[in-house]
């Protein structure tokens, strides 16, 4: 990891939680000798429980390469990738579309919901792939529309709502399985400023009941609502302690 001296770390978190996520050396390259492009060159850093963090950078600096590594979207060329305390590095993609599934809520900024489908509907869908039953299904999903204000539009379909009710949907989505971290990818690019400050005061209400939150975002004002900020750039870390404070000094 690159230090910059002028930037001051902000406290570590407590020893006693869990580590969420631990890269360890991790690598991505792609093509050989001179196409070689190294996507993430040796990048290590842990993310523990309860933590809120931004992963950013510039594009192209292997900020989204990282996200879909920890989302178990994509694997790495070396190195290795814990989840939850579990080495997913070396993974068949059937059991890691199980984690994906059970651990990790996704976020991302076109919503991704079904339109033929209502709210409901929407965020029951992550449930049927991990054989809750259907009356548990609708419950939980219900539970958690009502957790994201979204309660009065159970049965509204994407055309009835605007983007930020789409991306409550989304985020009711997310956290329906109780996921050990929700990842969020540019979840507030489609969204005006007024409905993305709301968004953003869900994420941190979300992460003050516990929820383990990374967000990869290349908007600064988004960066400044979360409590640390991994830096990226040419595919290594530059700095994966900021506090949002500092970003004027990297920016």
């Given at each position: 990891m690159?230090?910059?001296?002028a930037i001051?770390?902000?406290?570590?978190?407590?020893?006693s939680?869990?580590?969420?996520v631990?890269?360890?050396?991790?690598?991505k390259?792609?093509?050989q000798?001179?196409?070689?492009?190294?996507?993430?060159?040796?990048?290590?850093?842990v993310?523990?429980?309860?933590?809120?963090?931004?992963?950013?950078g510039?594009?192209?600096s292997?900020?989204?390469?990282?996200?879909?590594?920890?989302?178990c979207?994509?694997?790495?060329?070396?190195?290795?990738y814990?989840?939850?305390?579990?080495?997913?590095?070396?993974?068949?993609?059937?059991d890691?579309?199980k984690?994906?599934?059970?651990?990790?809520?996704?976020?991302?900024?076109?919503?991704?919901?079904?339109?033929?489908?209502?709210?409901?509907?929407?965020?029951m869908l992550?449930?049927?792939?991990?054989?809750v039953?259907?009356?548990?299904?609708?419950?939980?999903?219900?539970?958690?529309?009502?957790?994201?204000?979204?309660?009065?539009?159970?049965?509204?379909?994407?055309?009835?709502?605007?983007?930020g009710?789409?991306?409550?949907?989304?985020?009711?989505?997310?956290?329906?399985?109780?996921?050990?971290?929700?990842l969020?990818?540019?979840?507030?690019?489609?969204?005006?400023?007024?409905?993305?400050?709301?968004?953003?005061?869900l994420?941190?209400?979300?992460?003050?009941?516990?929820?383990?939150?990374?967000?990869?975002t290349?908007?600064?004002?988004?960066?400044?609502?979360?409590?640390?900020i991994?830096?990226f750039?040419?595919?290594?870390?530059?700095?994966?302690?900021?506090s949002?404070?500092?970003?004027?000094?990297?920016?």
């Amino acid at each position: 990891m690159i230090t910059t001296n002028a930037i001051a770390p902000i406290p570590e978190i407590s020893a006693s939680k869990r580590e969420i996520v631990r890269l360890n050396n991790v690598c991505k390259y792609y093509g050989q000798d001179d196409t070689l492009v190294k996507a993430l060159d040796d990048v290590s850093f842990v993310i523990k429980e309860g933590e809120y963090c931004a992963i950013m950078g510039a594009s192209g600096s292997g900020k989204s390469t990282c996200m879909n590594i920890i989302g178990c979207l994509d694997s790495s060329t070396s190195g290795q990738y814990f989840l939850d305390e579990q080495n997913v590095s070396h993974m068949e993609e059937r059991d890691l579309a199980k984690v994906r599934n059970l651990k990790i809520g996704f976020v991302f900024q076109q919503y991704h919901l079904l339109a033929q489908l209502s709210a409901i509907e929407n965020v029951m869908l992550p449930m049927a792939y991990a054989n809750v039953r259907p009356k548990e299904q609708k419950e939980r999903a219900a539970a958690a529309l009502e957790r994201v204000a979204m309660g009065h539009r159970l049965n509204n379909r994407p055309n009835q709502m605007s983007g930020g009710q789409q991306q409550r949907v989304a985020i009711a989505r997310a956290i329906v399985n109780n996921p050990v971290m929700l990842l969020a990818d540019e979840p507030t690019g489609a969204l005006d400023s007024h409905t993305t400050n709301e968004v953003m005061q869900l994420f941190g209400e979300l992460n003050a009941s516990g929820i383990t939150v990374i967000m990869v975002t290349h908007e600064a004002d988004v960066a400044r609502n979360t409590q640390r900020i991994i830096w990226f750039r040419d595919g290594q870390i530059m700095n994966d302690r900021l506090s949002p404070s500092d970003l004027n000094h990297v920016l």
